[in-house]
């Protein structure tokens, strides 16, 4: 099974994390397995990735964290999207459609194999 480069996904890691956190609020190795289930194996977020993200994330203020109410064991890291992220989500949707547009001008099933290579 080919698996996408991160390379290629890195400008959406954010997006990808927000999308998951539109409905509820999520900790690290929650949102983690999402991504991977979600992509069928196809995209597998390294934890340098993922937790660089919520870095830079919180720092521009799409996410905030607190701490779950656990009981025993650590206590999880929780995130949570703020309005700004939000809106900052829309405009990389936004973004995609237009850059998926250009991209799907230079790359066919036809030419590429119809991804069975």
């Known amino acids: 099974m080919t698996e996408i ?3 290629v996904i890195r400008g959406y890691n954010d997006t990808i994390i927000l999308y998951l956190l539109l409905k509820e609020p999520s ?4 949102i983690s397995k999402k991504i991977r289930n979600l ?4 995209y597998v977020i390294k ?3 993922l937790y660089s993200a919520f870095t830079r994330m919180q720092k521009n203020g799409y996410i905030v ?3 779950g109410d656990e ?6 890291t929780y995130y949570r999207i703020t309005e700004k992220g939000r809106a900052y989500y829309y405009e990389k949707c936004k973004e995609w459609v237009l850059t998926k547009d250009v991209i799907e001008k230079f790359i066919s099933r036809e030419e590429c194999g119809n991804g069975d290579n």
Request: hydrophobic share 5%; proline share 0%.
């Open 47 to 49: 934890e340098t990735t």
């Open 39 to 42: 992509s069928e194996d196809k």
């Open 65 to 67: 964290s607190f701490y």
């Open 27 to 30: 900790y690290g190795y929650e």
């Open 71 to 76: 009981t025993g064991g650590k206590r999880r």
């Open 5 to 7: 480069s991160s390379d």
